[in-house]
């Protein structure tokens, strides 16, 4: 059935699928094959190929039932403005390479970073690089936070292609032998403190997304964002405020700095307006959306 099912990816891939009709089509089909198919299968996004599982859980499996690679806006909106001879993308929470591949094969003169604690989103991550044939994007192990150090991740990731549930998490104690391991701890501010060359006159766009560990990572990147005039997306969630050291005022040294929060529409919100959104959340939801610091005036047209 996987076979078969590959077949009509290939005869319809997500590429082609520009209309919501089509999309739907795309659903209806996989629907009908869902509860027979193992995967992965191969999708043609048009720059790149990625890989898709269809087990229930799995957040790959979004491609499978929207036909789309997940947050379009958002990738849309970093695609348009890195738009300058030297640009720079910092890919903070990796996972299976949606926001990195995109990124670089959309944009030009770019180089990426792509940040991933998880040796099982790694092991997908670097399945999806091969399968693209490409070799520059530089693969970092660590978990970014606002201390360099040690912690644990949790990951509760399958490494198996007949089973791949995404998650996890960094956490100061290992909760489960199993799925736990340690994991070193880095700012954005260390790692590119010698990389003065790869810094210097880029316009560089930071994308950070690690389970509660945003804003501690935003932090560790206070000089780096400042001094070269960084634009940030991160998604704010009930794992952010639920850190014990969280303050409402988390971000205040941007502010002063005359950095912004927007969100995806170019709205400008305050940090009390953005906790009144997730505050208003249901108990089955725990984010409410991404949101750009910047200070730049950024396109927000997609």
């Known amino acids: 059935m ?18 919501k009709f089509k999309k739907k089509f795309f659903y209806f089909v996989f629907s009908i094959f869902k509860f027979f198919l193992k995967g992965p299968f191969k999708l043609n996004f048009g720059n790149f190929f990625f890989y898709a599982f269809p087990q229930k859980g799995d957040y790959s499996r979004y491609m499978l039932t929207r036909a789309e690679l997940p947050d379009p806006k958002e990738r849309e909106i970093i695609k348009q403005n890195l738009n300058s001879e030297k640009n720079l993308f910092i890919d903070c929470g990796a996972n299976a390479g949606f926001y990195t591949l995109d990124i670089w094969t959309s944009v030009k003169n770019c180089k990426v970073y792509a940040f991933e604690p998880s040796l099982k989103e790694r092991y997908f991550l670097n399945e999806n690089l091969k399968l693209n044939n490409i070799h520059q994007i530089q693969v970092v192990k660590y978990a970014v936070a606002d201390k360099n150090g040690l912690a644990f991740f949790n990951d509760t990731r399958n490494h198996n292609y007949d089973s791949s549930i995404g998650g996890g998490y960094i956490t100061e104690k290992e909760l489960d032998q199993a799925n736990s391991y340690e994991v070193k701890l880095i700012t954005l501010d260390n790692y590119f403190r010698n990389k003065e060359k790869e810094i210097d006159n880029a316009n560089i766009f930071i994308k950070v997304d690690i389970e509660g560990y945003d804003f501690k990572a935003i932090r560790g990147a206070k000089n780096l964002i400042i001094k070269n005039n960084c634009s940030v997306i991160f998604e704010f969630s009930k794992m952010i405020v639920s850190q014990e050291d969280y303050q409402t005022d988390y971000l205040q040294d941007f502010f002063k700095e005359g950095f912004e929060i927007y969100n995806v529409h170019g709205e400008k919100l305050s940090m009390k307006q953005l906790e009144k959104k997730l505050n208003g959340l249901d108990e089955a939801h725990d984010t409410c959306g991404n949101f750009f610091l910047t200070k730049k005036k950024l396109k927000f047209t997609f």
């Open 2 to 19: 996987d076979f078969i099912f590959q077949k009509f990816c290939n005869y319809l891939p997500p590429v082609k699928l520009k209309t």
